[in-house]
């Protein structure tokens, strides 16, 4: 069965940078669309990134030129470098696969962005 699961999360100072992992199993992880989002308190999940198989990626304007995506098909893990944080990137991150018309979670990875 399709699993994800992320890791990498923790307590960050503004300014600093984490590494998010997606490691995910079940299915050929090479062929499939990866995507990245995030959910903070009170909020509603949100989009952050997008990584084909391909390799082509796309970010949201709120994340872009601090975050980037990428993949080690050779591990089938998802990866989402994050720099320049700020308080309001604190959430909890989720990655996600979408296979045949069904979305697939991991259970998430808490970031929190405080002095």
């Known amino acids: 069965q399709v699993q994800l699961v992320e890791s990498g999360g923790g307590l960050v100072q503004p300014g600093g940078s984490l590494r998010l992992s997606c490691a995910a199993s079940?299915?050929?992880?090479?062929?499939?669309?990866m995507r990245w989002y995030r959910q903070a308190p009170g909020k509603e999940r949100e989009y952050i990134a997008v990584?084909?198989?391909?390799?082509?990626?796309n970010y949201a304007t709120s994340v872009k030129g601090r975050f980037t995506i990428s993949r080690d098909n050779a591990k089938n893990t998802v990866y989402l470098q994050m720099n320049s944080l700020k308080p309001e990137d604190t959430a909890v991150y989720y990655c996600?696969?979408?296979?045949?018309?069904?979305?697939?979670w991991g259970q998430g990875t808490q970031v929190t962005v405080s002095s």
């Open positions: 996600n696969v979408m296979r045949f018309g069904y979305d697939y």
């Open positions: 079940g299915f050929t992880f090479s062929n499939y669309t």
């Open positions: 990584i084909n198989a391909g390799r082509n990626t």
